[in-house]
């Protein structure tokens, strides 16, 4: 059975920094691509990044390139996404994806995680 387990979020005031972590169990890590999406109430889900195999190549959206860095740990079946300069634009459910292919996506993916809050507000 695949799991995807994020933690990490939380609320933060704006400026302020989260590292989110998603740990896998049930697929060969290893294999998959893996992003991170996010869910703001009332809005449709966005991607915010993505990371391949191997964590060499990494994409991001416009809205968080350069405060966003997402990395992988293959030891440990884990994904991250470290958010800095956090803005309230950002707060959302977050949430991360696990893609069964040799090319990277924003869209398609093939098992989901529960998501993790962060909200950022003072």
């Known amino acids: 059975q695949v799991q995807l387990v994020e933690s990490g979020g939380g609320l933060v005031q704006p400026g302020g920094s989260l590292r989110l972590s998603c740990v896998a169990s049930?697929?060969?890590?290893?294999?998959?691509?893996m992003g991170w999406f996010r869910q703001a109430p009332g809005k449709e889900r966005e991607f915010v990044a993505t990371i391949n195999r191997s964590g060499g190549t990494t994409d991001y959206a416009d809205s968080v390139k350069g405060r966003f860095t997402i990395s992988r740990d293959n030891a440990k079946n884990t994904v991250y996404l470290q958010m800095n300069s956090l803005k309230p634009e950002d707060t959302a459910v977050y949430y991360c994806a696990a893609r069964f292919n040799l090319f990277m996506s924003r869209s398609i993916y093939d098992f989901w995680g529960q998501g993790t809050q962060v909200t950022v507000s003072s």
């Open positions: 049930g697929l060969p890590f290893s294999t998959c691509n």
